[in-house]
């Protein structure tokens, strides 16, 4: 069986965005992939292209975490760091979570959200959910289109062509 | 100057989707555009009502007037809805990336156990 468990992304409140995905793995494994560095490294790279150099975290309630990621492409970085406030293991996590645009200049840098991660499992299943509370919708909107610009381009070019069709 | 209202207009084009007559009319002018009497119609609404949805969508972008004698049809405008779609789609691709790698690596953090019998036998 190959269900595809494809992330789903929604805006329960005009200031926050809430992804969830659901992984075939038993719900303290995806903790641990989340939770240590050498295993977060592996998957927490964003688009093609970037690698993430430096991930230190220091799971347990005031323990700090710093992220950060650098571009093959022309070697610039950016990154994002926090405290954890709530570290429920295997469970649940909640931690701060600040942008900092780095050399990769995208974006502004300081702005701050509040990350709620839960992990529940059923069947074998695990559902990871991680909401993001960026205090204001301004805040959201921003902190989620920067590094969109691409996408809403490509869309553009896309309809720009789709309009352009003979009907 | 800062792109001026990328974040605005967003917000504009999800609170008038946020309405499930207002996504109803942007359906019905999907097909072919309509007039505010032709709208109103399925809607079992008064005018006004359906004018003040109109209104929303209007200022969202999501519709525009043309000019038709007496009519004044409304017209579906695409460019919003793409940008908004757009702004899911990329946010969801994103996550999904990351998510595929973590996929994987579960699926190899379930084996290792076995790998290591393997290399005993």
């Known amino acids: ?167 | 100057m800062k792109e001026p209202a990328a974040s605005e207009r967003l917000d504009a084009t999800f609170l008038a989707l946020a309405d499930p007559t207002r996504r109803a009319i942007l359906a019905r002018l999907a097909r072919k555009e309509a007039s505010v009497n032709e709208l109103a119609e399925p809607f079992a609404m008064s005018q006004p009502a359906v004018s003040k949805h109109l209104r929303v969508l209007e200022r969202a972008g999501l519709i525009s007037v043309s000019q038709d004698g007496q009519r004044r049809p409304r017209r579906l405008e695409v460019r919003p809805l793409v940008e908004a779609s757009a702004w899911i789609e990329r946010y969801r691709d994103l996550w999904e990336q990351n998510y595929t790698r973590l996929d994987a690596l579960l699926q190899e953090l379930q084996e290792q156990p076995a790998k290591r019998t393997r290399k005993k036998s």
Request: aromatic residues 8%; charged residues 25%.
């Open chain 1, 1 to 167: 069986m190959t269900t595809t468990h494809t992330a789903q992304v929604s805006t329960p409140s005009d200031r926050e965005v809430k992804v969830t995905r659901a992984f075939r793995a038993p719900r303290a494994l995806v903790y641990r992939a989340y939770t240590e560095p050498a295993l977060v490294q592996r998957w927490l790279l964003g688009p093609p292209g970037w690698t993430m150099p430096v991930c230190e975290m220091d799971v347990r309630v005031g323990g700090k975490y710093r992220w950060r990621w650098r571009s093959n492409e022309d070697q610039t970085e950016f990154g994002f760091s926090g405290v954890f406030r709530e570290v429920e293991p295997g469970r649940k996590l909640v931690h701060t979570e600040t942008y900092d645009a780095g050399s990769h200049a995208v974006g502004e840098s300081g702005a701050e959200s509040l990350v709620t991660v839960l992990f529940e499992e059923q069947d074998g299943i695990t559902t990871l959910t991680s909401l993001m509370d960026f205090g204001s919708k301004e805040a959201r909107d921003a902190a989620v289109a920067t590094g969109m610009t691409d996408g809403i381009e490509q869309s553009y070019q896309l309809l720009d062509k789709l309009l352009a069709e003979p009907r």
